[in-house]
């Protein structure tokens, strides 16, 4: 049998779609799972189910403030800012380092605000 020519596409490479920066609703159709999500590894994807958070769809309608301060129930090391900028980066598909300083200061604000209290004794 003669080989299968491949179907060739066409792409248009005036614009390099890899500086393309899709929004997170343009992507979201494409994340099966937590870890395919941009910032977030398997590591990360472990620490949210070990949270009880399983899917993309939980972590969106969560937030990033409610999933961090799960994440840190269940381990708090995970009390640190710049895990906080990775999630926001996630919701915003933006690189974790590249989100915005307002978003910035509120992830280092909300991280101070889930430090324990010191008990007087």
Same mark, same amino acid.
């Given at each position: 049998m003669p080989a299968k020519k491949p179907k060739t596409e066409k792409i248009d490479t005036r614009f390099p779609q890899m500086f393309r920066d899709e929004s997170f609703e343009e992507k979201r159709?494409?994340?099966k799972k937590i870890s395919d999500m941009r910032n977030l590894g398997p590591n990360t994807e472990k620490a949210m189910h070990k949270a009880n958070i399983k899917t =993309? &769809?939980?972590? =969106?309608?969560?937030?990033?403030?409610?999933?961090l301060a799960k994440l840190v129930k269940t381990n708090p090391k995970n009390r640190h800012s710049i895990f906080a900028y990775a999630l926001i980066g996630a919701l915003k598909n933006q690189d974790a380092?590249?989100?915005s300083e307002e978003d910035k200061k509120a992830a280092r &604000?909300?991280?101070?605000?889930?430090?324990?209290?010191?008990?007087?004794?």
């Open positions: 159709t494409t994340y =993309v &769809d939980q972590f =969106v309608k969560l937030g990033w403030k409610k999933t380092f590249h989100i &604000d909300f991280c101070a605000s889930l430090k324990p209290k010191k008990s007087k004794k």
